[in-house]
């Protein structure tokens, strides 16, 4: 009598079998156009990566990322730290809000310049300096002119404002 691994194994072993034999017996054009359907594919990938084309103002933005980001893990690794007395601790905490509101106004006056102007622009604010690097054809005063005001709109004091220009 035939028990239930016995058949299992039968039926798994004929099974195997059965495609072995269907795959060996394929023709050989059929496994060419799947292959070619295949290459065919990954060009079309390839070239759309390559279309992708990388701006200067997304490789500044991400630089400036990784060092906030980089900044700001220091300091709550220091805020964790045990030792440091409560006014030490409030400092730190008052440097990582200083520089998640420093984040957010540069988003803000960056979205605002994109909106009044039509320039897509890269904000950096650094104390008092501002630096605006911002993608256009022309490059003219009245542009500039116009993007420190609209910079300037944000803040009371007066900030130290560079405008530069990068050709598309």
Not at 52 to 75: D, G, K, T
Request: hydrophobic share 35%; net charge negative; glycine share 2%.
């Amino acid at each position: 009598m035939i028990n239930k691994q016995n058949l299992w194994f039968l039926t798994l072993f004929s099974l195997i079998l059965i495609l072995g034999v269907y795959y060996v017996t394929l023709p050989n054009d059929f496994l060419k156009n799947i292959e070619e359907q295949t290459t065919k594919k990954v060009k079309k990938e390839k070239a759309v990566v390559e279309e992708i084309n990388e701006s200067p103002l997304v490789a500044m933005r991400v630089n400036l990322q990784e060092e906030r980001q980089e900044e700001m893990n220091v300091l709550q690794e220091k805020l964790t730290n045990e030792k440091l007395t409560s006014e030490e601790k409030n400092n730190l905490y008052e440097e990582l809000k200083y520089l998640n509101e420093v984040q957010g106004k540069e988003e803000k006056i960056e979205e605002q310049i994109k909106k009044e102007t039509k320039l897509d622009c890269f904000i950096q604010i650094d104390n008092n300096n501002i630096s605006a690097v911002c993608v256009s054809k022309e490059h003219d005063a009245t542009l500039a002119n116009d993007i420190m005001r609209l910079i300037q709109k944000n803040y009371e004091n007066k900030k130290n404002i560079t405008v530069k220009f990068q050709k598309e």
